[in-house]
């Protein structure tokens, strides 16, 4: 089944986009990642430890070439310090893509939706291939998509919060209105809160904590890559329609 | 030469561009970005472009994030 989802020209095989944070080690990274099946990969960048040099590298267990890796802007609160990171990433020498987070509050990690769009709009301008880390508003996600955002990315819920798709209904109304690819990101907390968010027709799920905090995080790895097969293909399976009261599975007829 | 690299004053006799810099901290140039006195550097430049007394230096890499 051909279901592979393209952003700008680049083909994504897996639904289930996974972040490389909160492991306990490189090697459970890796493991977890390779029984996720997921092809997108999310990295932070950050400064190079250069008193501590270990001759470690993320990379060296995360093959650039077998996976792509998605620079993020973690850490942000403003424009300027988002576009930085954003410049170094490119400049790191990989791709243009860049996940954005311009963040407005520490407690919540809640996108600054005013900066967010700022940043948008310069980086999309720049050559960037933009995944704006967004809220589930849907007039933030039209502002994004006119700005030039390639994709948007709502949260389902606060990062690391494992609340799951806090407003299903508001995803629903991003999904009518944007063209752009939705892919939900933040708050994934276990297996059915990302199938919901590919049942609502999302086209792909962010998770890190959801499994890197798990009791064994390669098992809910696995769990995910099967929880986002199964909702996206219930997704185009075209579900029952929800009803009030029964209508018999068994016929009448032959009754005694 | 006194620099400051990564937030951490380096002292060197033997830097004097990109690379030595990056060559005298055992740091692969491929995996890197670096940007000298808040200004980018291309990959490109590194062999070339020369460190002065007192450049500020940042030099990044991917690490595990969500």
Known sequence: MND???????????????????????????KAIE?????????????????????????????????KILPNTAGCYNVEDALRYSRLAREAGISDLIKLEVIGDEKTLFPDTIGLLKATEILAKEGFIVLPYSNDDPIMAKRLEDAGAAAVMPLGAPIGSGLGIRNPYNIKIILETVKLPVIVDAGVGTASDATIAMELGCDAVLINTGIAGAKDPIAMAEAMKHAVIAGRLACKAGRIPRKLYATASSPFDGML | MKLIVNGELFETSKSETILDL????????????????LTIVKKADYATFRLHEGDGIEVVNFVGGG
């Open chain 2, 22 to 37: 990056l060559n005298a901290l055992g740091i692969e140039p491929g995996r890197v970005a670096v940007e000298v006195n």
């Open chain 1, 35 to 67: 029984a996720s099946g997921a092809d997108v990969v999310t990295v932070a960048v950050r400064r190079v430890n250069i008193i501590d040099r270990k001759s470690e590298n993320l990379l060296d267990y995360i093959d650039p070439k077998k996976y």
């Open chain 1, 4 to 30: 592979i989802l393209i952003i700008k020209g680049i083909e994504f095989k897996s639904r289930l986009w996974v972040g490389t944070g909160k492991y306990k080690d490189f090697d459970e990274t890796k």
